[in-house]
Nanobody, 122 residues
Framework: VQLQASGGGLVQAGGSLRLSCAAS????????MGWFRQAPGKEREFVAA????????YYGDSVKGRFTISRDNAKNTAYLQMNSLKLEDTAVYYC????????????????WGQGTLVTVSS
């Protein structure tokens, strides 16, 4: 399984970005796709996840109401729409996948993308 994250960049506070995570190598009907982020000097933290088959979504407290995760079955791609970005959203964002029971625990994800940098400026 290969995951390719893209869409990061520099954006002003209050702006929006959409990240993409293209998956290849297998079908994902029983998988969870998740996004995590890691800011300099901090632990990698859960951002959002989606159960591929049923479409159930989950969000970290810091992004609820601002970020939306979705997926395109035909393209085997997950998206993270990020609105109302804040300075504290600056981080490297990683997509991950796996047959996950607890979507909030990064250790349960088997596959990771390379990360894409999001920088929010004032």
């Amino acid at each position: 399984v290969q995951l390719q994250a893209s869409g990061g960049g520099l954006v002003q506070a209050g702006g929006s970005l959409r990240l993409s995570c293209a998956a290849s190598g297998r079908t994902f009907s029983n998988y969870v796709m998740g996004w995590f982020r890691q800011a300099p000097g901090k632990e990698r933290e859960f951002v959002a996840a989606i159960r591929w088959y049923v479409g159930s979504t989950y969000y970290g407290d810091s992004v609820k109401g601002r970020f939306t995760i979705s997926r395109d079955n035909a393209k085997n791609t997950a998206y993270l729409q990020m609105n109302s970005l804040k300075l504290e959203d600056t981080a490297v964002y990683y997509c991950a996948a796996g047959q996950v029971k607890n979507v909030y625990i990064r250790g349960q994800y088997n596959y990771w993308g390379q990360g894409t940098l999001v920088t929010v400026s004032s």
